[in-house]
């Protein structure tokens, strides 16, 4: 089925641990986005790419790196997990000229 | 910054009622403009999209309007149903940019 892939969907770390959480889509979107649902605080912006090779930051950067090496997979590393960063993870992609965002089903992640 | 203001935070309706969710952006240069519905535990459903070049969008049961003059969306849910509950998120974009900036939502529910 077409769309955004995020694996896993559920993550244990404990504090200092690195991972990476997977996103990928295969519609063709340029466009693609971290973000993270926290309750009280709605989706923020970590960080966001327009298309392979190109990344810059979002609302909320820091703990995190990506990298777009295919138009197709955008993954989010945590370089030193630390309990701020227990959230819900959402990538999202889009074509260009505003068609609409689709959002993955979300990697549930705690930091322990 | 731009700042989204989804009101009322919460909304609580008799099975069949028609009903109104409010959104509101700090910046009125809103260039395009989505809602989606969360379903617990669930990622983001795209329910409208209005580009830039529109003022309004209907899908079945739901309309969506942005006014650009004051920064401001409605959604309508008409002859509302149990199946409606959840919660109703509407993001924005500015022009010039695809990066969308989230409201905190509006948790929805529908009494049988």
């Known amino acids: 089925n077409a769309g955004v892939t995020q694996t896993p969907k559920f993550q244990v770390l404990k504090t200092g641990q690195s991972m990476t959480l997977q996103c990928a889509q295969d519609?063709?979107?340029?466009?693609m986005s971290w973000y993270r649902q926290d309750p009280g605080m709605g989706l923020r912006l970590i960080h966001y790419s327009v298309g392979a090779g190109i990344t810059d930051q979002g609302e909320v950067p820091n703990g995190y790196n990506v990298s777009r090496s295919t138009t197709e997979d955008f993954p989010l590393r945590l370089l030193s997990a630390a309990p701020s960063q227990t959230s819900v993870y959402f990538c999202?992609?889009?074509?260009?000229?505003?068609?609409?965002?689709?959002f993955g089903s979300g990697t549930r992640l705690t930091v322990v | 910054k731009q700042e989204v203001t989804q009101i009322p935070a919460a909304l609580s309706v008799p099975e069949g009622e028609n009903l109104v969710l409010n959104c509101s952006f700090t910046?009125?240069?809103?260039?395009?403009l989505q809602w989606f519905r969360q379903d617990p535990g669930k990622g983001l459903t795209s329910l409208l999209l209005i580009q830039s070049s529109q003022r309004e969008q209907t899908s079945g049961r739901l309309n969506a309007s942005l006014d650009k003059s004051s920064g401001r969306s409605t959604l309508y849910i008409a002859a509302s149903q149990p199946g409606d509950s959840a919660t109703y998120l509407c993001?924005?974009?500015?022009?010039?940019?695809?990066?969308?900036?989230f409201g905190k939502g509006t948790k929805l529910t529908v009494n049988p």
């Open positions: 519609m063709n979107h340029e466009y």
């Open positions: 999202a992609s889009s074509r260009q000229g505003f068609r609409g965002y689709t």
């Open positions: 993001a924005g974009s500015q022009g010039g940019s695809e990066k969308l900036v």
């Open positions: 910046d009125s240069a809103i260039y395009n």
